[in-house]
């Protein structure tokens, strides 16, 4: 089976403390995950040592940033490279969540040279897609989702995509409480699968874990989660409750 992943998304929320306390908190209900499945805490920055330190050694726990440049390194004052998070022992990074498309203009084309030097590095990106609100009224959704799958991934080989993982999350359900429904997330999970088989061959696409972003809490992550092309979830607001997090772990397939 496909791996099932909770990722915590903090944003730019909590102190250090804050951070930290809720970290214990999480870590002191679910001290390892179980074969299949994975925790992951995409936290800010400053606090990426903090929580790779308290993550060290838990089965299948992992930090993520939130974002990364596209260069190696040099003259990029207040960016992070994927070598300093590499030097962390941070395994994964957030690349093209939507906020970081909308404000910090990030197009298709940056993404695609960010998921390259994550992937030289061995981090792997969760890959972030998916349409604002007038698109989803305008019915163009999947043409949408597709061109960002085509322009930041297609140039991958089947190996590389095979490392990333896929998050959807329409613009239009993030931090607003208004979930996609089940249905909603299923259709659009199954047609991103159903583009990399196109591309890539069914074993290729079968193989990718697509998560589902926006607005995911405990009391419906169970149902979206049991969708069959659903494989678990990108948790902004729910992830920053400690057992809201737990419960949406342990809601995974
Ligand atoms: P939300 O955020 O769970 O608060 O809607 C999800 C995300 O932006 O990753």
């Not at 400053?46 to 992992?62: D, H, R």
């Not at 604002?132 to 190996?159: C, K, M």
């Not at 696409?205 to 998560?211: F, M, V, Y």
Request: with cysteine; hydrophobic share 45%.
């Amino acid at each position: 089976m496909r791996k099932q992943i909770a990722a915590a998304n903090w944003k730019m929320n909590l102190t250090l403390q804050q951070g930290e306390e809720l970290l214990d908190n999480i870590l002191s209900k679910i001290s390892s995950v179980e074969e299949g499945r994975q925790a992951v805490f995409a936290v800010p920055a400053p606090y990426l040592v903090m929580a790779q330190q308290k993550v060290a050694g838990k089965q299948n726990i992992f930090v993520a940033a939130q974002n990364c440049y596209s260069k190696k390194s040099g003259a990029y004052t207040g960016e992070i490279s994927v070598e300093m998070l590499q030097s962390l022992g941070v395994t994964f990074v957030v690349l093209g969540h939507s906020e970081r498309r909308e404000y910090f203009n990030e197009s298709n084309q940056l993404l695609a040279d960010k998921i390259n030097i994550a992937l030289e590095y061995n981090i792997t990106p969760i890959f972030c897609c998916g349409e604002p609100l007038a698109i989803r009224e305008a019915g163009t959704q999947n043409d949408f989702v597709a061109q960002q799958l085509e322009e930041s991934l297609y140039h991958l080989s089947a190996e590389q995509l095979q490392k990333i993982v896929i998050a959807y999350e329409p613009i239009w359900a993030i931090g607003t409480g208004k979930t996609a429904s089940s249905a909603q997330a299923e259709e659009m999970h199954a047609f991103i699968r159903l583009q990399l088989q196109d591309k890539y061959g069914i074993d290729v696409a079968e193989s990718i874990t697509i998560l589902y972003g926006g607005s995911v809490k405990a009391a419906n992550a169970k149902e979206l989660f049991g969708q069959p092309d659903v494989d678990g979830g990108l948790v902004g607001g729910a992830s920053l409750i400690a057992d809201e997090f737990v419960a949406i772990i342990n809601a995974l397939k």
